[in-house]
């Protein structure tokens, strides 16, 4: 299984590794184009903010090459948000592949924007989530949503109804971190793989 992780300038890249270590799996962390390309699976990870991250992508290409990957993708967090139309932060244009917006949470005194801890995903609707509990713990850290849309294959509540993850054709996204969110994250991962 060959497993390529795209390097850009999005951290959080080694817990990925670390993750996907534990579950007996290698991948390599790349920019490299024909590695990205020729990969079995490629994940897409991130932390970050999206307008810097998708200037980094199109100065390498890397925007023109994700977009026509035909094995399975996975954006995690921003690689997700990335993969979508737009986001508002800083008024981004995203790759697109998901047609779906970003949007800012709405900041009120009951929510502390961002949302960071433990929350449940729930309506469940991929591969993805084989033998993944309804209502199972996933640990998030951000300030920005998918809109809940015809491409959501689970949602999460956090003032608002949004996306925790979107799916069309061979590209699948988490707004959680799966490589942080223990067991269930790790069977995440591991369905990913299986695809």
Same mark, same amino acid.
């Given at each position: 299984?060959?497993?390529?992780?795209?390097?850009?300038?999005?951290?959080?890249?080694?817990?990925?590794?670390?993750?996907?270590?534990?579950?007996?799996? *290698?991948?390599?962390?790349?920019?490299? /184009?024909? #590695?990205?390309?020729?990969?079995? #699976?490629? =994940?897409?990870?991130?932390?970050?903010?999206?307008?810097?991250?998708?200037?980094?992508?199109?100065?390498?290409?890397?925007?023109?090459?994700?977009?026509?990957?035909?094995?399975?993708?996975?954006?995690? $967090?921003?690689?997700?948000?990335?993969? $979508?139309?737009?986001?508002?932060?800083?008024?981004?244009? $995203?790759?697109? /592949?998901?047609?779906?917006?970003?949007?800012?949470?709405?900041?009120?005194?009951?929510?502390?924007?961002?949302?960071?801890?433990?929350? *449940?995903?729930?309506?469940?609707?991929?591969?993805?989530?084989?033998? =993944?509990?309804?209502?199972?713990?996933?640990?998030?850290?951000?300030?920005?949503?998918?809109?809940?849309?015809?491409?959501? /294959?689970?949602? $999460?509540?956090?003032? /608002?109804?949004?996306?925790?993850?979107?799916? #069309?054709? *061979?590209?699948?996204?988490?707004?959680?971190?799966?490589?942080?969110?223990?067991?269930?994250?790790?069977? =995440?991962?591991? *369905?990913?793989?299986?695809?």
């Amino acid at each position: 299984m060959n497993v390529a992780i795209v390097k850009y300038n999005a951290g959080n890249i080694q817990s990925v590794l670390f993750a996907l270590d534990r579950i007996g799996v *290698n991948a390599e962390v790349t920019d490299d /184009i024909v #590695k990205i390309q020729q990969a079995d #699976k490629v =994940i897409f990870p991130g932390v970050g903010e999206a307008s810097s991250a998708m200037r980094y992508l199109k100065e390498r290409k890397l925007d023109e090459v994700i977009r026509e990957l035909k094995q399975p993708v996975l954006g995690i $967090c921003l690689g997700m948000q990335l993969l $979508c139309k737009h986001s508002e932060e800083n008024d981004t244009p $995203c790759l697109g /592949i998901v047609p779906v917006n970003i949007k800012k949470f709405p900041g009120d005194k009951a929510l502390k924007v961002p949302q960071i801890g433990w929350n *449940n995903i729930y309506d469940l609707r991929s591969p993805l989530f084989k033998e =993944i509990p309804q209502n199972s713990y996933i640990y998030n850290v951000h300030g920005y949503y998918a809109q809940d849309s015809q491409y959501t /294959i689970a949602k $999460c509540e956090y003032g /608002i109804v949004y996306a925790a993850a979107v799916s #069309k054709d *061979n590209f699948y996204g988490v707004q959680f971190h799966a490589e942080k969110s223990a067991v269930v994250g790790e069977s =995440i991962l591991k *369905n990913f793989i299986a695809l």
